[in-house]
């Protein structure tokens, strides 16, 4: 698979595939760690993106909870695309786009939030796509990440693996393949710290999930 060679290569049809409907899953348990205090804090009607999208996990799920909300998911592959936007093709207020998240194809100052679950590692400049996702918010609009923790505790990998939906019998491999191929090829702690440190926020964190092999990275724009 092209993704063991290079992580910043864009998912083939397969790659889309299974990591949809066995991977995807179990980052969205990692997502219910951090999201709902996220969504108690936007405003009614807010406009959200989400680089990064899959196949359009998040949306659907934010969605159920908050269908006042404004979602433009992109993602730089097609198939994910198409598999969003037929997840949420009963959401009038979600969007899709094939898009680059180191060129977002949108104004300035135009989101009250952007969100990215498991996709910045992919990015071939962080720093770039960060700043992208800062430009594209209104002042005081929240950035909220999370990313595989380089550094994250054994047991925490060997939980999270534990849920993706595959034979037993493949967890060992597959928890192997998770430390080597993603998240041993994703940032830590320091260079979370390093890469929120370069952004025009204010209030800004970085931290671990508990229970969970996955970063914390957030903030608001300042005003």
């Known amino acids: 698979m092209a993704l063991f060679n290079d ?42 993106l989400e680089v990064g999208c899959g196949g359009g996990q998040l949306a659907h799920a934010v969605i159920e909870q908050r269908p006042d909300l404004r979602w433009v998911g992109l993602d730089a592959s097609n198939d994910q695309i198409e598999r969003a936007r037929g997840r949420n093709a009963g959401h009038q207020t979600a969007e899709f786009v ?32 960060l700043a992208e996702c800062v430009r594209v918010l209104r002042p005081g609009g929240q950035l909220l990440v999370v990313e595989a923790d380089r550094g994250c505790r054994f047991n925490d990998a060997r939980a999270f693996v534990s849920r993706w939906r595959l034979p037993k019998a493949m967890r060992p491999l597959n928890l192997a393949m998770f430390r080597t191929f993603v998240a041993g ?37 300042l005003r």
């Open 7 to 48: 992580l910043t290569a864009r998912y083939c049809f397969a790659e889309a595939w299974a990591y949809d409907r066995f991977v995807a899953p179990a980052v969205m348990d990692v997502r219910d760690a951090v999201v709902d205090d996220y969504l108690a804090d936007l405003p009614q009607g807010a406009r959200i």
């Open 98 to 129: 094939v898009g680059d998240a180191l060129a977002l194809p949108f104004a300035d100052q135009c989101f009250d939030a952007t969100v990215s679950i498991a996709s910045i590692k992919h990015w071939a400049d962080q720093s770039k796509g």
């Open 185 to 221: 090829r994703s940032i830590d702690l320091v260079e979370a710290r390093s890469l929120m440190s370069e952004l025009p926020l204010t209030s800004w964190e970085v931290s671990r999930i508990r229970g969970t092999p996955a970063l914390l990275m957030r903030g608001r724009r």
